[in-house]
């Protein structure tokens, strides 16, 4: 009966180191999964940013705000807390030109998207669902 249990328990813990050491590999996995995906993305970004940028200033100089609105994300954000379109009615159609002038350098977003921000730290771009959006204005 001893010999029974002591079978038991050698079998169970056996089990938990199996089931322990493929948590394991399973986080390894994803981790090195995610690196990757995320070295892809930041690729991808890259390579599509010059087309969006000349496009973007494009609209801004024509104040086209249709298309204003195209190139914004669903998750816009300003801080007055106005929608897109209520932004574009008072468009600082100057500050924006301005903006666009200085051009951009990389943003450390608040997750693994890429981001980039004018060089004035004003505007805020995106990278999601694999195109460059306009975010919104930089909120310090």
Not at 31 to 52: I, L, R
Not at 100 to 110: E, L, M, S
């Amino acid at each position: 009966m001893k010999e029974e249990k002591k079978m038991k328990r050698a079998k169970t813990i056996r089990e938990a180191i199996i089931s322990c050491g493929l948590i394991l590999a399973g986080i390894a996995v994803f981790s090195t999964f995610s690196v990757a995906q995320s070295a892809a993305t930041k690729s991808k970004a890259s390579k599509s940013w010059s087309a969006f940028w000349t496009k973007f200033g494009t609209v801004v100089r024509n104040k086209d705000r249709k298309t204003f609105v195209d190139l914004t994300t669903e998750h816009y954000h300003n801080a007055g807390g106005e929608t897109i379109n209520e932004w574009l009615q008072g468009a600082p159609w100057g500050d924006l030109k301005a903006a666009i002038n200085k051009g951009t350098k990389p943003y450390n977003g608040h997750d693994k998207q890429v981001w980039r921000v004018t060089k004035n730290d004003y505007l805020l771009f995106v990278f999601e669902k694999g195109r460059w959006v306009f975010y919104g204005e930089l909120v310090a």
